[in-house]
């Protein structure tokens, strides 16, 4: 079951499936998905109207996927996984509600 939840996300979720990491373009990265498809128009939108986000996901491996997409747009962005100690989440909390 676990594999088709992958499967589903995003096929760089398995092992092997990406050629090159390190070449990887951000049209590659969305056009192997359909659902970040979805998501980078969303988000292209949402910034473009100078809007923040919050984007939620049960698997950390999925996150490492949105990282590099950030990464590739040349977005800023903060992380907060099971790995982020209490003072760093209160602290990124806070600097995601400052007014800008």
């Known amino acids: 079951i676990m594999q088709l939840r992958k499967g589903a996300l995003h096929p760089y979720l398995f092992d092997g499936a990406e050629a090159d990491p390190a070449s990887t373009t951000v049209t590659d990265l969305v056009s192997a998905s ?3 498809a979805v998501l980078d128009s969303l988000l292209l939108r949402l ?4 809007h923040r986000c ?4 049960q698997f950390t491996q999925v996150l490492d996927i ?3 997409y950030c990464n590739l747009r040349g ?3 903060s ?3 099971g ?3 209490r003072a760093r989440r209160a602290y990124i909390v806070d600097r995601f509600n ?3």
């Open 75 to 77: 977005w800023r962005y």
């Open 54 to 57: 919050c984007i939620f996901s």
């Open 34 to 36: 359909g659902k970040l």
């Open 98 to 100: 400052a007014p800008q």
């Open 66 to 68: 949105i990282e590099d």
């Open 83 to 85: 790995g982020t100690s």
């Open 79 to 81: 992380r907060l996984d």
């Open 47 to 50: 910034f473009k109207g100078g």
